[in-house]
């Protein structure tokens, strides 16, 4: 059985996040921290021997890849993929508004009026389609929709790679945070992903196992 090592990567921190802001498939720039976050992401993996690195086609992916890559002494001989599939779950209408702001909207449906709240009690996954029902045009991803464009990138991932593959994978504070909760929910302690933290995965045909989640000071 073929096993993949990926290390994903949050994207660093964006003007959308510094502002509180919804941001799943719009995109903003990286902020000054943001860079930062990449490097230092890039500086704690730079040892490993990635074969590959994929990223979601969001900017702030593309751009926290090519800085964290930078910082590989073998980066000219990686080569890079952007996944679409890889992309922040599609938040519909809410894209671009006050963060607190979708949450009270969509927690209307449920009487409550935090994203804590919400998640604490529906999970993750039952709060994908609450937004989905909130929003106002029906484009916002609900669970299933979520679950199969993610799925279809790590089946792209799969045939892209061979057994005992090390990639750099970039992506987003809520897929990681999803993909976690799935696979490894005694991991999830309702805690957001940190911008440029590193979670290890081992990818076998037909399972994901989680071997960290979240960790920001990770010495490769």
Same mark, same amino acid.
């Not at 949050?10 to 921290?33: C, E, F």
């Given at each position: ?55 979601? =086609? ?76 909130? =929003? ?7 669970? =299933? ?9 790590? =089946? ?65």
């Amino acid at each position: 059985m073929k096993k993949i090592t990926a290390y994903f990567v949050r994207h660093g921190q964006t003007m959308l996040n510094h502002y509180n802001k919804v941001q799943g498939w719009i995109d903003s720039p990286l902020t000054a921290k943001g860079r930062a976050d990449a490097k230092r992401a890039g500086e704690q993996l730079k040892n490993i021997p990635f074969v590959a690195a994929y990223s979601s =086609d969001s900017g702030r992916a593309i751009e926290t890849a090519s800085i964290a890559l930078r910082q590989n002494p073998a980066n000219m001989n990686i080569v890079s993929y952007q996944y679409p599939e890889f992309r922040e779950q599609c938040h519909g209408y809410f894209e671009g508004n006050d963060l607190n702001q979708m949450w009270q909207f969509v927690g209307a449906q449920v009487k409550l009026t935090s994203e804590s709240a919400v998640l604490g009690t529906y999970g993750l996954e039952k709060a994908r389609d609450l937004i989905h029902q909130a =929003d106002l045009y029906g484009e916002a991803e609900n669970n =299933d929709m979520f679950w199969k464009r993610l799925d279809r990138g790590f =089946d792209k991932l799969r045939a892209n790679s061979k057994d005992g593959d090390e990639v750099l994978v970039v992506s987003h504070g809520m897929t990681i945070r999803s993909i976690v909760d799935r696979y490894a929910p005694d991991l999830d302690l309702g805690v957001a992903t940190i911008n440029g933290s590193i979670t290890k995965l081992e990818i076998t045909d037909d399972d994901i196992h989680v071997d960290f989640f979240n960790k920001v000071d990770f010495q490769s």
